[in-house]
């Protein structure tokens, strides 16, 4: 289990949702990158420098430091796709190989090489940026259908990292909640919603739609 790269994005004009920037084209670094929490949302800091949102009421902020992709799954979708998919092309900082990156549990802590510890939060939830950013009509019906999110993590530990660093699995909580099961719940599987809240992991704001959605 591996970084294939490290990915930050470039500003770029936002028609998608009428904002004046986007995040979303992140291209591979070369070289160390300092990981740092990044404080609450709502500023538009992430956890790599170099890197920020602009859509600062939904992205960012400590739940959502770091948004990680397998390239496994990458692969999957050049295949339907029928296109090349560069690392970094779905807008996430880390392209990770050998990594069950949805299968990942809430709250599993991975150490990415020597220094950096984070900590799986929450599922990425496809948006009209995303959709535009491919240009693929009926892209976020797709990719909810596939259950194939990818995850968003919250830093534990700082440090540096880059592309080859070993990632390493150190903490699984005593719970089956994975990225994939919490994004079907969170989607178009509302009855898999109580099955969450074991997961102490998951944002507050999740757990607060969550305790809504259930007790309506």
């Known amino acids: 289990m591996k970084l294939l790269s490290v990915n930050v994005g470039k500003p770029r004009s936002n028609p998608w949702k009428g904002l004046s920037a986007t995040g979303i084209d992140k291209r591979p670094v070369h070289g160390p990158v300092a990981v740092t929490a990044p404080g609450p949302k709502g500023t538009g800091a992430v956890g790599l420098a170099g890197d920020r949102v602009y859509d600062v009421k939904h992205h960012g902020g400590s ?77 976020i019906k797709r ?13 534990i530990e700082p440090g540096t990292i880059r592309a080859g660093d070993p990632v390493e699995i150190v903490h699984r909580p005593d719970h089956d909640v994975t990225v994939a099961l919490s994004f ?33």
Do not use: H, K
């Open 63 to 139: 739940d959502q430091a770091v948004y990680a992709y397998a390239r496994e799954d990458l692969d999957g979708w050049e295949a339907e796709l029928g296109r090349s998919l560069d690392n970094g092309v779905f807008g996430e900082n880390l392209t990770t190989v050998g990594l069950d990156v949805n299968g990942a549990l809430i709250g599993e802590r991975w150490r990415i090489g020597p220094e950096v510890i984070l900590e799986v939060s929450c599922a990425r939830t496809p948006c009209a940026t995303f959709q535009g950013w491919l240009e693929r009509d009926g892209w």
């Open 184 to 216: 079907r719940a969170m989607t178009r599987e509302p009855e898999l919603l109580p099955r969450l809240l074991v997961a102490d992991a998951l944002p507050e704001e999740d757990r607060e739609s969550i305790r809504r959605r259930t007790t309506a």
């Open 143 to 155: 990719f909810t259908q596939a259950a194939l999110p990818g995850a968003y993590l919250r830093v």
